[in-house]
């Protein structure tokens, strides 16, 4: 059973760095093919895919975010961290990180909402 | 950058079959994958592919895909699959693409 779980700030002030932790269990990011992504949601608001990080360390970034994104998998913790740095109160948002399944993601994590104020 | 335009909001009544379409440009080459989103919940898998199941998804729901357009069929609407619905594809420069989302009320 593939279960994922997201942890970090629920608050961060404008200008600072969120930093987000994906924790995950029943698959391995050392085994071939497997991957991790995040995807945000503004309350009220649509799905928007963030970054993937795969197996082999190949990263993938939103074109629109690419400049504040960062992601990292520690493969002995079995954990993926994304930072977005200079918050914006428009990122406030529930952050999702969820388990790659073909080109769908698949499960997902619980979501953790940031919110972006001073 | 790649868009994928659904309905803002469907609404059926309880029994009858909905569609909720996702329209984008030659969609009909791409694998769509379909979202079900309830109120405080995180996304769930329904459709795949197009076409396939998860395991645990109803065969009430199914989907197709050609053309521009890429439909999520509901049959049989029972009152529990009142929720949000996202279609979502790949593609190879905007990578991971999500609808704007239907809102479906039963």
């Known amino acids: 059973q593939i279960t994922l779980k997201e942890s970090g700030p629920t608050l961060v002030k404008p200008t600072q760095t969120l930093t987000l932790t994906c924790t995950f269990s029943?698959?391995?990011?050392?085994?071939?093919?497997?991957?991790v992504g995040w995807i945000r949601q503004p309350p009220g608001r649509a799905l928007e895919w963030l970054s993937l990080?795969?197996?082999?360390?190949?990263?993938r970034y939103s074109p629109s975010l690419k400049t504040r994104l960062t992601i990292t998998k520690d493969t002995s913790k079995n954990q993926v961290v994304l930072t977005m740095t200079n918050m914006d109160p428009v990122d406030t948002a529930t952050y999702y990180c969820?388990?790659?399944?073909?080109?769908?993601?698949?499960?997902w994590g619980q979501g953790t909402l940031v919110t972006v104020s001073s | 950058s790649y868009v994928l335009t659904q309905p803002p909001s469907v609404s059926v009544a309880p029994g009858q079959t909905a569609r909720i379409t996702c329209g984008g440009n030659?969609?009909?080459?791409?694998?769509v994958h379909w979202y079900q989103q309830k109120p405080g919940q995180a996304p769930v898998l329904v459709v795949y592919?197009?076409?396939d199941r998860p395991s645990g998804i109803p065969e009430r729901f199914s989907g197709s895909n050609s053309g521009n357009t890429a439909t999520l069929t509901i049959s049989r609407v029972e009152a529990g699959d009142e929720a949000d619905y996202y279609c979502?594809?790949?593609?190879?420069?905007?990578?991971?693409?999500f609808g704007g989302g239907t809102k479906m009320t039963v």
């Open positions: 969820a388990h790659l399944y073909s080109t769908s993601f698949d499960p």
């Open positions: 029943g698959f391995s990011l050392s085994t071939s093919g497997v991957a």
């Open positions: 979502q594809v790949w593609d190879s420069s905007s990578e991971w693409v």
């Open positions: 030659n969609i009909g080459s791409k694998s």
């Open positions: 990080i795969y197996w082999d360390d190949d990263k």
């Open positions: 592919d197009d076409s």
